[in-house]
C-alpha cells in the first residue's frame, strides 16, 4: 500500500503534477489540527484538574478553558465540508 502510494506521488511529480491531491491535503490538514488540539488540552487539562482540586470554584473556567481547544478542530471540520 505505501509502495504504490510513494510510486504514484513520484509518477505525479514526473509528469509535473501535485504529488498530493485536494481530499490528501485536507486530511493532512485535519489531521495536525487534531495533534494540535491533543497538545494544547494536555498542559490545559493537567492545569484544570490542579486548580480545580485546590478551589472548587475553579471548576467551570477550568472546564471553558479545556473546551477552547477543541474549537480548533470543529474550526477545521467545518472549513473542509465548505471547502469540498
Same mark, same amino acid.
Given at each position: 500500500?505505501? !509502495?504504490t502510494?510513494?510510486?504514484?506521488?513520484?509518477?505525479?511529480?514526473?509528469?509535473?503534477?501535485?504529488?498530493?491531491?485536494?481530499? &490528501?491535503? @485536507?486530511?493532512? @490538514?485535519?489531521?495536525? &489540527?487534531?495533534? %494540535?488540539?491533543?497538545?494544547?488540552?494536555?498542559?490545559?487539562?493537567?492545569?484544570?484538574? &490542579?486548580?480545580?482540586?485546590? #478551589? #472548587? !470554584?475553579?471548576?467551570?473556567?477550568?472546564?471553558?478553558?479545556? %473546551?477552547?481547544?477543541?474549537?480548533?478542530?470543529?474550526?477545521?471540520?467545518?472549513?473542509?465540508?465548505i @471547502?469540498?
Amino acid at each position: 500500500m505505501m !509502495d504504490t502510494t510513494i510510486q504514484m506521488a513520484e509518477v505525479a511529480l514526473q509528469q509535473g503534477g501535485p504529488a498530493l491531491n485536494n481530499q &490528501g491535503a @485536507a486530511a493532512i @490538514a485535519v489531521g495536525l &489540527g487534531a495533534l %494540535a488540539t491533543g497538545y494544547a488540552q494536555r498542559g490545559i487539562g493537567s492545569a484544570a484538574v &490542579g486548580a480545580v482540586a485546590e #478551589d #472548587d !470554584d475553579m471548576f467551570v473556567p477550568a472546564l471553558i478553558f479545556t %473546551a477552547l481547544p477543541e474549537t480548533l478542530i470543529i474550526i477545521a471540520f467545518v472549513t473542509i465540508f465548505i @471547502a469540498n
